[in-house]
């Protein structure tokens, strides 16, 4: 997926609906925490990305007796991964301060972004977002409160230079944590499994970590309200910390901002006044539907969905204009759909799941507020069996996808999830995709995965699902994730769509939903 540049859309502002969303705005919650420990970051060939922490022989109550002249580092370990924002103490000792402290502060998700912060990069995002601080203090002593706000675990205090006459001491480093929940907030899962009950207990944290003034992508980078992200962290939030206020925060700020004909943007701005980006997904903006229509089943909340179904409807109009006389999706490119960052497969097969998927949900919310769906119902058919009978493979029994009739997973599990065969078929569509297309391969985030997930255990495959769950969340446990991550490809574990693991979010709203399936489903 390629990054859009549509800056001539005039984007309307509607009044009401961001006053509404100001209302809902969330009061944080704050907790101050002590790192537990220093630790150095070593090369380590077995781990993941090549590095690890281990304990220092020093206590993190002595640090204040400790050092650091030109070239030296401390590393302080908070213990797990934490959203805030950082201060510490800062003196010298020696001779008088004959020149400036010149000191480097870097926050690291993993400990590998500490490990390789000194190589060059070349990642495809701005390196601006590379979580690292270069400051010149130039009287000592001094409280350093550094005003951004971070995502870590690992805090590297380095010094770069001082003079050879005096050193630098540290002392009683405080992290604030902020959320706009609290962990108290929440039930632990306890299903009997260690493991599924590990996973929960890391995505229930790395949805914490994204609830902030908005369910946030991710507290390191984006730090955007993304649509597709929103829709599963709200399926995760009512499962979890059931905080409907947020919800209805971003479901108001999306509705307030669209462009001038009607369409959502696949994500806001938001950390001052709310600004609209100028990127359009298919997918997301047929997902507006989605996390409405799961809202209303939650909260039956008449007020949202009378303020918001106007815009709702409008998204899947602009959606079905793309429909043809078969019935067939035919995407635009300056509409690209997303499914997952994985490229390697096409997705055509999707974009007419995710329509039906979604249509679906909006015939439910249209008959609640009592309106003609005649229409959308013959368009809903014509979707339905331009996929039954034009994409479905009999002999196969698996959905084919694009001008090649490529059979791929994601094709068959937004079908399943789409529901567009009867439930015996539907059954059978997924246990062929597990005899045939598994192990997964090609596939790149928690997003895609989750969505598998889902239509394993829609389909009454639990077992599979519960094994995928352990598999692939689980093989972030092993690499050390305190958070789930934005991206996991287990066949290359490294992968980055960005083609630099230094600006990989290790915490990110799309990946926390085992939560939600769990809790979902392990009681059925």
Same mark, same amino acid.
């Given at each position: 997926?390629?990054?859009?540049?549509?800056?001539?859309?005039?984007?309307?502002?509607?009044?009401?609906?961001?006053?509404?969303?100001?209302?809902?705005?969330?009061?944080?919650?704050?907790?101050?925490?002590?790192?537990?420990?220093?630790?150095?970051?070593?090369?380590?060939q077995?781990?993941?990305?090549?590095?690890?922490?281990?304990?220092?022989?020093?206590?993190?109550?002595?640090?204040?007796?400790?050092s650091?002249?030109?070239?030296?580092?401390?590393?302080?370990?908070?213990?797990?991964?934490?959203?805030?924002?950082?201060?510490?103490?800062?003196?010298?000792?020696?001779?008088?301060?004959?020149?400036?402290?010149?000191?480097?502060?870097?926050?690291?998700?993993?400990?590998?972004?500490?490990?390789?912060?000194?190589?060059?990069?070349? *990642?495809?995002? %701005?390196?601006?977002? =590379?979580?690292?601080?270069?400051?010149?203090?130039?009287?000592?002593?001094?409280?350093?409160? =550094?005003?951004?706000?971070?995502?870590?675990?690992?805090?590297?205090?380095e010094v770069?230079?001082?003079?050879?006459k005096?050193?630098a001491?540290?002392?009683?480093?405080?992290?604030?944590?902020e959320?706009?929940?609290?962990?108290?907030?929440?039930?632990?899962?306890?299903? *009997?499994?260690? =493991?599924?009950?590990?996973i929960?207990?890391?995505?229930c944290?790395?949805?914490?970590?994204?609830?902030?003034?908005?369910?946030?992508?991710?507290?390191?980078?984006?730090?955007?309200?993304w649509l597709?992200d929103?829709?599963?962290?709200?399926?995760?939030?009512?499962?979890?910390?059931?905080?409907?206020?947020?919800?209805?925060?971003?479901?108001?700020?999306? *509705?307030?901002?669209?462009?001038?004909?009607?369409?959502?943007?696949?994500?806001?701005?938001?950390?001052?006044?709310?600004?609209?980006?100028?990127?359009?997904?298919?997918?997301?903006?047929?997902?507006?539907?989605s996390?409405?229509?799961?809202y209303?089943?939650?909260?039956?909340?008449?007020?949202?969905?009378?303020?918001?179904?106007?815009i709702?409807?409008?998204q899947?109009?602009?959606?079905?204009?793309?429909?043809?006389?078969? *019935?067939?999706?035919?995407?635009?490119?300056?509409?690209?759909?997303?499914?997952?960052?994985?490229?390697?497969?096409?997705?055509?097969?999707?974009?007419?799941?995710?329509?039906?998927?979604?249509?679906?949900?909006?015939?439910?919310?249209?008959?609640?507020?009592?309106?003609?769906?005649?229409?959308?119902?013959?368009?809903?058919?014509?979707?339905?069996?331009?996929?039954?009978?034009?994409?479905?493979?009999?002999?196969?029994?698996?959905?084919?996808?694009?001008?090649?009739?490529?059979?791929?997973?994601?094709?068959?599990?937004?079908?399943?999830?789409?529901?567009?065969?009867p439930?015996?078929?539907?059954?059978?569509?997924?246990?062929?995709?597990?005899?045939?297309?598994?192990?997964?391969?090609?596939?790149?985030?928690?997003?895609?995965?989750?969505?598998v997930?889902?239509?394993?255990?829609?389909?009454?495959?639990?077992?599979?699902?519960?094994?995928?769950?352990?598999?692939?969340?689980?093989?972030?446990?092993?690499?050390?994730?305190?958070?789930?991550?934005?991206?996991?490809?287990?066949?290359?574990?490294?992968?980055?769509?960005?083609?630099?693991?230094?600006?990989?979010?290790?915490?990110?709203?799309? %990946?926390?939903?085992?939560?939600?399936?769990?809790?979902?489903?392990?009681k059925?």
């Amino acid at each position: 997926m390629e990054f859009q540049m549509n800056t001539t859309v005039k984007f309307k502002h509607d009044a009401k609906l961001l006053k509404k969303a100001q209302q809902a705005k969330p009061q944080l919650q704050y907790k101050q925490l002590v790192p537990q420990r220093i630790v150095k970051i070593i090369p380590d060939q077995q781990e993941l990305f090549g590095y690890r922490a281990v304990s220092q022989s020093q206590a993190i109550t002595k640090l204040n007796q400790l050092s650091f002249g030109k070239g030296e580092r401390v590393v302080l370990d908070l213990g797990d991964h934490q959203v805030g924002h950082f201060q510490i103490k800062i003196n010298s000792v020696g001779s008088p301060m004959d020149a400036p402290l010149w000191l480097h502060v870097v926050f690291a998700e993993l400990p590998a972004e500490i490990g390789t912060n000194h190589e060059p990069y070349h *990642g495809e995002l %701005s390196s601006s977002w =590379l979580a690292e601080e270069y400051l010149h203090l130039d009287v000592l002593p001094s409280l350093l409160k =550094l005003p951004r706000r971070y995502a870590c675990r690992y805090i590297m205090l380095e010094v770069m230079d001082t003079s050879p006459k005096w050193k630098a001491v540290f002392s009683e480093p405080l992290f604030t944590a902020e959320s706009a929940v609290s962990s108290e907030q929440t039930l632990k899962l306890d299903s *009997g499994d260690p =493991l599924l009950d590990q996973i929960d207990r890391v995505s229930c944290k790395t949805l914490l970590d994204c609830m902030q003034d908005v369910f946030e992508d991710g507290p390191k980078r984006d730090r955007r309200l993304w649509l597709g992200d929103l829709r599963l962290q709200a399926l995760a939030n009512y499962a979890t910390f059931d905080n409907q206020q947020l919800v209805k925060r971003c479901l108001y700020l999306f *509705g307030g901002l669209t462009t001038e004909d009607g369409r959502i943007s696949a994500n806001i701005f938001t950390q001052k006044e709310p600004i609209p980006d100028d990127t359009f997904l298919y997918d997301y903006s047929l997902f507006f539907i989605s996390t409405l229509a799961d809202y209303f089943a939650h909260y039956h909340d008449t007020e949202v969905l009378q303020d918001l179904f106007p815009i709702a409807q409008r998204q899947l109009d602009q959606a079905l204009q793309l429909v043809d006389q078969q *019935g067939q999706v035919e995407l635009d490119p300056k509409w690209p759909i997303f499914i997952d960052w994985s490229q390697e497969f096409d997705k055509a097969t999707c974009a007419q799941a995710v329509t039906i998927y979604a249509l679906k949900q909006f015939l439910e919310l249209a008959r609640e507020m009592k309106i003609a769906t005649d229409q959308y119902q013959a368009t809903l058919d014509k979707l339905v069996n331009f996929a039954t009978e034009k994409l479905y493979n009999q002999q196969r029994g698996l959905f084919v996808s694009g001008a090649k009739q490529e059979i791929n997973i994601a094709s068959q599990v937004w079908m399943a999830l789409a529901h567009v065969l009867p439930p015996a078929e539907n059954h059978a569509l997924m246990e062929t995709a597990l005899k045939e297309l598994f192990p997964i391969t090609g596939i790149a985030t928690p997003y895609m995965y989750h969505h598998v997930c889902a239509a394993l255990f829609e389909t009454q495959h639990s077992a599979a699902a519960l094994d995928l769950i352990k598999d692939y969340w689980g093989g972030m446990l092993k690499y050390g994730a305190d958070t789930f991550w934005e991206a996991f490809q287990p066949e290359k574990p490294a992968f980055s769509p960005y083609n630099s693991m230094a600006i990989n979010s290790y915490c990110h709203a799309w %990946s926390c939903t085992p939560a939600y399936l769990l809790r979902k489903y392990l009681k059925k």
